[in-house]
């Protein structure tokens, strides 16, 4: 349980912080003056919906810790949206349940988060939304083998930290 709390405070913070820059990316292009109306209507309305996705997912997380089972419909409700790769990668939020369940020992229902995430994103590594220890138990507890992934090293591995000289254009 503890591990997936402090996953989800350095979570949250790196979520704010990206929110924060949608947030001045907004308000940038609601002050643009771009020739074509329609095009800057399209990205504004482009970015309130990641915006609001975002603001759902960080919800779901800050409600974890009062109330884990409104979290997790939170984010079954997420997870139903048509467009949630627009805001949030549906990955995030499948790894967040599926750890969430682990910890609390329900193996089956995680083991079976996992594979919809496998069958929903096929080509991705489960071990970059899971820790794999927590994977590897998650197998174990239900009976079957985990397949070992081709995973980065820790030298390739990508930095989920948002660098403060991020530019707003990079999210239009």
Not at 102 to 107: E, H, N, P, V
Not at 121 to 144: D, M, Q, W
Not at 152 to 167: F, G, H, R, S, Y
């Amino acid at each position: 349980m503890m591990h997936v709390l402090r996953l989800k405070l350095m979570s949250i913070r790196t979520m704010k912080k990206l929110l924060g820059l949608l947030s001045e990316a907004l308000k940038c292009m609601n002050k643009a003056k771009m020739q074509d109306v329609s095009t800057q209507e399209a990205k504004i309305n482009f970015l309130k919906r990641r915006i609001s996705l975002l603001k759902k997912f960080v919800h779901a997380r800050r409600t974890y810790e009062d109330d884990a089972e409104e979290a997790m419909k939170q984010c079954l409700l997420l997870l139903d949206e048509a467009d949630i790769e627009t805001g949030i990668r549906s990955g995030d939020i499948y790894g967040f349940m599926i750890e969430h369940y682990a910890s609390a020992g329900d193996y089956q229902k995680a083991y079976n988060l996992a594979q919809e995430l496998k069958q929903r994103l096929p080509s991705a590594s489960l071990s970059y939304y899971v820790n794999t220890s927590v994977l590897e138990a998650i197998h174990r507890a239900v009976g079957e083998v985990l397949v070992p992934e081709v995973t980065a090293t820790p030298e390739e591995e990508i930095e989920e930290e948002i660098p403060e000289n991020l530019d707003f254009r990079d999210f239009i």
